[in-house]
């Protein structure tokens, strides 16, 4: 396949994700609780607008030296399943670059991930060849892997020696400010419990200025009420609510989430962690110091951090093609390798 073939590939299979069935998404539901059906179909819309639009799959490609024809190279890519599709990403950028993927699925998500697999063969067979679902990673040229702190020293020790990028836990972050309105602060929620609060670009923690009020931040954040009905959710909150009241943390309770003083940017489910700062010029360098353990900010400019990977409040969950985890730019590791 040369490189027009993939790119029509993709953008080929971007209106099929239009077309596939509740059936299959209700499977994938009943397979993993944590993949409801209207989230499944967010990340499948998100995957359509902004990853398989030929003109922005034309100019982000234009910026690498991607190979016309298909190179000899395999690349095993170790895939989480925190939320639906999440290892999609990684999947295109094997394939566009030419490269064969060699792809362990998570448990989690495989009911969606044989699917893509199955659309892409029926699009164009000689996709067969180039994505090959394994159980074991074995006779690959690099690895692209992601998990968690602890099976990021087993694929260290595993992949090492191979040209690799390893994944380990990063979280992410919001800054208030005090000026934010009600919009800016319905957008925050999105970015809060979109897919549960899963997802490694989720917020998990939220600094705010000294003696802040959060009697309309809790409000707005509670509108979020089709959380009530998902039960392994409010398991969770019941659960780490009672143990931060046992453990007399500083907290303020919502109908849905709960906030705790923590330092910590990894929070439990339905707990958002919040800390507050004096000083903005000195949180800005402390965000910048901690760059290894965040995936992303948000802020209500989107500028308001000089941190690279800052986007708006809202848009934490929208990254674009050149928007790659961990600010590891893997277009360019591929087309070197």
């Given at each position: 396949?040369?490189?027009?073939?993939?790119?029509?590939?993709?953008?080929?299979?971007?209106?099929?994700?239009?077309?596939?069935?509740?059936?299959?998404?209700?499977?994938?539901?009943?397979?993993?609780?944590?993949?409801?059906?209207?989230?499944?179909?967010?990340?499948?819309?998100?995957?359509?607008?902004?990853?398989?639009?030929?003109?922005?799959?034309?100019?982000?490609?234009?910026k690498?030296?991607?190979?016309?024809?298909?190179t000899?190279?395999?690349i095993?890519?170790?895939?989480?399943?925190n939320?639906p599709?999440?290892?999609?990403?990684?999947?295109?950028?094997?394939?566009?670059t030419?490269?064969?993927?060699i792809?362990?699925?998570?448990?989690?998500d495989?009911?969606?991930?044989?699917?893509?697999f199955?659309?892409?063969y029926?699009?164009?067979?000689?996709?067969k060849?180039l994505?090959?679902?394994?159980?074991r990673?074995?006779?690959?040229?690099a690895?692209?892997a992601?998990?968690?702190?602890?099976?990021?020293?087993y694929?260290?020790?595993?992949?090492?020696?191979?040209?690799?990028?390893?994944?380990?836990?990063?979280n992410?972050?919001?800054?208030?400010?005090?000026?934010?309105?009600?919009?800016?602060?319905?957008?925050?929620?999105?970015?809060v419990f979109?897919?549960?609060?899963?997802?490694?670009?989720n917020?998990?923690?939220?600094?705010?200025?000294?003696?802040y009020?959060?009697?309309?931040?809790?409000?707005i954040?509670?509108?979020?009420?089709?959380?009530?009905?998902?039960?392994?959710?409010?398991?969770?909150?019941?659960?780490?609510?009672?143990?931060?009241?046992?453990?007399?943390?500083?907290?303020?309770?919502?109908?849905?989430?709960?906030?705790?003083?923590?330092?910590?940017?990894?929070?439990?489910?339905?707990n958002?962690h919040?800390?507050?700062?004096?000083?903005?010029?000195?949180?800005?360098?402390?965000?910048s110091n901690?760059?290894?353990?965040?995936?992303v900010?948000?802020?209500?400019?989107?500028?308001?951090?000089?941190?690279?990977?800052?986007?708006?409040f809202?848009?934490t969950?929208?990254?674009?093609?050149?928007?790659?985890?961990?600010g590891i730019?893997?277009?360019?590791?591929?087309?070197?390798?």
């Amino acid at each position: 396949m040369d490189l027009n073939n993939r790119i029509d590939t993709l953008v080929a299979l971007g209106k099929e994700l239009e077309n596939i069935p509740d059936k299959k998404l209700n499977e994938a539901y009943l397979h993993n609780k944590w993949f409801v059906v209207d989230n499944i179909k967010k990340s499948l819309a998100a995957i359509k607008d902004n990853f398989l639009d030929k003109e922005k799959l034309e100019d982000w490609i234009s910026k690498y030296q991607v190979a016309d024809i298909n190179t000899n190279k395999k690349i095993g890519i170790i895939m989480a399943g925190n939320i639906p599709l999440v290892g999609f990403h990684d999947l295109l950028c094997v394939f566009i670059t030419g490269h064969t993927a060699i792809i362990k699925l998570s448990s989690k998500d495989e009911i969606l991930m044989k699917h893509i697999f199955k659309l892409f063969y029926k699009i164009n067979p000689k996709t067969k060849d180039l994505i090959i679902k394994k159980e074991r990673l074995k006779n690959i040229d690099a690895i692209i892997a992601t998990g968690s702190n602890n099976s990021y020293r087993y694929f260290e020790y595993y992949f090492g020696k191979l040209p690799n990028i390893i994944r380990k836990n990063r979280n992410g972050v919001a800054v208030l400010t005090g000026n934010e309105n009600e919009e800016d602060l319905v957008n925050l929620s999105y970015d809060v419990f979109d897919y549960f609060g899963l997802g490694c670009r989720n917020i998990s923690k939220i600094y705010v200025p000294e003696k802040y009020n959060f009697d309309s931040f809790i409000p707005i954040l509670d509108r979020h009420q089709y959380l009530k009905e998902h039960n392994k959710y409010m398991n969770n909150y019941d659960y780490n609510l009672a143990i931060a009241m046992l453990n007399k943390d500083k907290i303020y309770q919502g109908e849905v989430f709960f906030l705790k003083e923590d330092i910590s940017y990894l929070s439990r489910i339905s707990n958002l962690h919040y800390e507050e700062y004096s000083d903005l010029e000195q949180l800005k360098r402390r965000i910048s110091n901690d760059e290894e353990l965040i995936q992303v900010t948000a802020t209500k400019t989107g500028v308001l951090l000089d941190f690279d990977r800052e986007v708006c409040f809202g848009d934490t969950q929208k990254p674009s093609l050149d928007d790659y985890s961990d600010g590891i730019d893997i277009m360019e590791f591929l087309t070197e390798l």
